[in-house]
């Protein structure tokens, strides 16, 4: 990782409270998915989830009844995730080096976090953590810019904050695996969805993505009143319906 996206991975440390309390979750229809595609489900199953930031997903694993066990290598991340989720193993690591026995899980998993890892090292290792038959899932919430509003907001986001979604690989995972594991073949779905949150909401959400978050909050202040003017137009009674389409991509070991 450079020293610039590792500036960029270690911003939520110091908002972590704030991601916990505004990032969106994940549909049932996503497990539902990856229950589909492992052909087991995820109750009974030994799962590692990576990147497991303040336990959004984590949460919903343990939910539906799978074992998990998270790793997060970030301070204030890991301290919010353990406040949150205080019975769940937790430890203090990241992709590119799992300290895990070899064939420990039956499903490893990360949810908006596979972006931080080098693919080169965080592929071997998750499938040196996976028992014979297991799976690697990686997904992320994405904005569905098949919606106006959220169209408009994505070409002002990226004339405004440096470098945004510049980097975007959640529809490039299959291709970005093959390239470390040619034999493998990575299905990818797509999963719509959406929630209706006050904008005060909408806009705490925005502010806790890392573009950002290093930018602190000064910088930042401005383009948040500008979105909130623009919105408080388009949703006049206060409420935004976000609408999300989670990209998956999922291998099997």
Excluded: K
Excluded at 17 to 35: C, G, M, S, V
Excluded at 134 to 159: F, S
Excluded at 204 to 221: I, K
């Amino acid at each position: 990782m450079t020293t610039f996206s590792r500036q960029f991975a270690t911003s939520f440390n110091s908002i972590a409270a704030e991601y916990a309390a505004a990032r969106p979750t994940y549909p049932p229809a996503l497990y539902d998915t990856i229950e589909e595609l492992t052909g087991r489900p995820l109750a009974g199953s030994h799962v590692l989830d990576v990147g497991a930031g303040t336990g959004i997903a984590t949460r919903a694993l343990h939910e539906r009844g799978a074992r998990v066990t998270a790793a997060e290598p970030g301070a204030g991340m890991a301290a919010q995730f353990r406040a949150g989720l205080p019975t769940v193993p937790l430890v203090r690591a990241g992709g590119d080096a799992l300290p895990f026995a070899a064939a420990s899980f039956d499903l490893v998993t990360y949810a908006q976090a596979w972006h931080w890892t080098e693919p080169a090292r965080s592929v071997p290792e998750a499938l040196r953590a996976l028992r014979p038959g297991g799976a690697l899932a990686l997904w992320w919430n994405t904005p569905d810019r098949g919606v106006p509003w959220i169209e408009a907001q994505e070409r002002r986001l990226r004339e405004r904050l440096p470098d945004y979604h510049q980097y975007d690989i959640t529809a490039r995972a299959p291709v970005l695996i093959r390239r470390v594991r040619p034999e493998l073949a990575p299905a990818y779905r797509e999963v719509r969805w959406s929630r209706t949150i006050p904008l005060a909401a909408h806009l705490a959400n925005l502010a806790t993505h890392s573009y950002f978050a290093v930018l602190g909050p000064e910088a930042t202040r401005p383009i948040l009143a500008a979105e909130e003017d623009i919105l408080a137009a388009e949703f006049p009674d206060g409420l935004v319906e976000e609408c999300y389409t989670v990209r998956l991509t999922l291998v099997r070991r």
